[in-house]
């Protein structure tokens, strides 16, 4: 049981963290007008009003509602705006029309924000261990959001034929082409899953995984490699791609990944930038990504070759948000940092998989069907949420998330 003096020093840092989580979403629409933060680009992608609106409900409804007594809700109609997913609190608006909601405007939302932090502080200190973990709960998941936040603001500003910036670019001097080289991975009995410390409920338990000899590449592949697969016409061959896939390439005519021009360029959140073929490509789907490593003769790793791999890295090397300013990739090139590595494993409960009690345990396992693993973390993943045992995933079809791809091999 934890003494007075260690469970004082918890709340300290609790607070601290969520006070600076909290901060750095305000910092990071910052830039934006009520006319940005209301767009929505695509029914995938929600308004960065939104994000920092959802956030705050989450708080305000598992914790300040849940568990204070007295907290009277800011606006008891806002949670059907700002729920996202969870059944458990009931209807809610449909996902596709969130950019409908011209009010409450953004500085309403603030105001919302500022009342449910004051909340949150005042109330810390008398939370029981299972409120304080709610409130840890909010602040990993404010923390995905600020990702979503940013790949959201591209999404929106790359419908805009002007082609707005939202920050600015650290220069950074050119990297230079790594010859890819491989990594022997093990062959046999490995464990993999989340040990100690936070982790969401799908990186748990921790188990064991069987691998099969192989190789894993020990970069991810770069833009300039992606250009020899277009010039080699990786878009326009058939036999390269799963039959999904290519429905889906001849559906939607895609010829290159989701921002890149065709004279070199590519939009990004410093506005249209010349594409650094050194840099790891970025935005692509699964299903290109699966196309490229059979086009190069390798395949996707299993998320256990690739937590396997790089169980041991350092995940705080590379670039990870934690302040506000230039949000765009620094040089990287370990597996945290740059982009979200596709895998070929389906999103699926590992053995023993328990989701959380009550409605928070909707956070991640009703998503368990037709989505793949990515590892990593991007150049827009806030700090601390590098780990080798993180599950992101997406849909095959999905790259509006900076995702791209890391090869391996059978040995
Ligand atoms: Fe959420």
Request: proline content about 7%; overall charge negative; glycine content about 8%.
């Amino acid at each position: 049981m934890a003494t007075r003096r260690h469970q004082d020093q918890l709340d300290d840092r609790l607070a601290a963290r969520l006070a600076a989580t909290r901060a750095l979403t305000l910092d990071l629409a910052a830039p934006l007008s009520d006319a940005d933060a209301t767009i929505q680009p695509h029914p995938d992608a929600s308004p960065a009003k939104w994000h920092l609106a959802h956030t705050t409900w989450f708080f305000e409804t598992f914790v300040l509602r849940d568990r204070v007594p007295g907290y009277e809700l800011h606006n008891e109609r806002w949670a059907f705006l700002f729920n996202s997913y969870y059944e458990g609190e009931g209807e809610r608006h449909a996902r596709p029309r969130r950019g409908m909601l011209s009010r409450p405007s953004l500085d309403e939302v603030r105001e919302w924000r500022a009342k449910v932090d004051e909340a949150l502080q005042g109330a810390l200190a008398d939370l029981s261990p299972e409120a304080r973990k709610l409130v840890e709960l909010g602040v990993q998941h404010e923390q995905q959001h600020q990702e979503l936040f940013l790949t959201d603001i591209l999404a929106t500003f790359a419908e805009n034929p002007v082609e707005p910036a939202y920050g600015s670019i650290e220069a950074t001097p050119p990297r230079a082409i790594k010859p890819l080289g491989w990594i022997e991975g093990r062959d046999g009995l490995v464990e993999i899953g989340a040990q100690s410390g936070f982790a969401f409920d799908c990186e748990r338990p921790r188990h064991r995984a069987l691998l099969y000899p192989h190789r894993i590449a020990d970069r991810c592949v770069t833009n300039g490699e992606w250009a020899d697969f277009i010039a080699d016409g990786g878009y326009s061959t058939p036999a390269l791609w799963l039959s999904e896939g290519w429905d889906w390439v001849q559906a939607n005519g895609v010829e290159r990944p989701l921002y890149w021009r065709d004279d070199g360029t590519h939009f990004t959140l410093a506005g249209r930038r010349a594409i650094d073929a050194a840099a790891p490509v970025s935005h692509i789907s699964y299903y290109e990504a699966d196309a490229f490593a059979r086009w190069a003769g390798a395949r996707l790793p299993t998320e256990e070759e690739w937590e396997d791999a790089f169980a041991s890295s350092d995940p705080t090397i590379g670039h990870q948000l934690d302040q506000a300013g230039p949000v765009l990739p620094k040089a990287g090139g370990g597996p945290f940092g740059d982009v979200w590595q596709w895998t070929q494993s389906a999103f699926l409960p590992y053995p023993g998989f328990k989701p959380e009690a009550g409605t928070v345990g909707e956070y991640n396992g009703k998503f368990m069907c037709g989505q793949f693993v990515l590892k990593g973390a991007s150049c827009a993943t806030p700090r601390g949420h590098s780990r080798a045992s993180y599950r992101n995933f997406f849909p095959p079809s999905a790259r509006w998330q900076f995702t791209g791809v890391r090869l391996a091999r059978d040995a």
